[in-house]
């Protein structure tokens, strides 16, 4: 943000409230936890899947009813357990019965009904709106999404989600800092994820007008993610290539003045 801030000064203490005396007024934007929706997995086919399970599917499905009343319909029904749907047609993950991934082998629930956005499928929605249209990443996206039981899914995240043991150095010493010892967890590359981004009118110091609506924040905010932040780093391990995310502003046909 301090490329931005050199510009922006102005706008960024709008959007997330003063550097100093904070205590004046809050910031417009606020942030949900991002929720995980796409969570890769080694495959012995296709070389990996994103997996995706019907719980998370239906809290993606009351997202989207938040910000503009679209719906996700066609929720599959829970696969039993070492079952496994496919979201479209086909997939280069599988074959005619069952795929495997890691070292599991699940069996293909047979169904036509796909889950959709609006008209379109819910797969080809994900890939025109996270990848270059014709790329490798826009093909697969469209082909390679399987459905797994919600216990199966947590299974996976649980177990495939990197732990890592570290410990911290005495700057003084050279040496292990006692007492320092600390785990951070890290996402595979290629996980999806979402959040939504809400707004209120600008908030000013008491007894002041507030001029700027929630619409104008977004806008800022919108503005400044395309220009500058289309890729970025978050979080304190910057020198060990960890928290690079891609960002995609998915913007409500119908912005309400409360949130977007």
Known sequence: M????????ANIIKAFGPEENGDEHAGALGFTDSRLLLFPVKSMKGVFAWITCPKALQQLSNDLKLTDNTELTNIPSNPEGGKAKLLADRSDCSTRSNLILEEYTFGIEAGTEYPKVGNESLAKW??????????YWHSKAQKDIILLSDDDFKDFVNLSTEVITRIKINQATGTVQKGALFTEEYLPAESVLYSLVLASPEFVKKGENRPEKADAIISFFEKTVKENLAVFQLGGNATLGKGLLRTKIVSPSKQQESNA
């Open 126 to 135: 994900l890939a025109d709106l996270l990848f270059v249209k014709d790329s």
């Open 2 to 9: 301090e490329k931005v801030g050199k510009t922006n000064k």
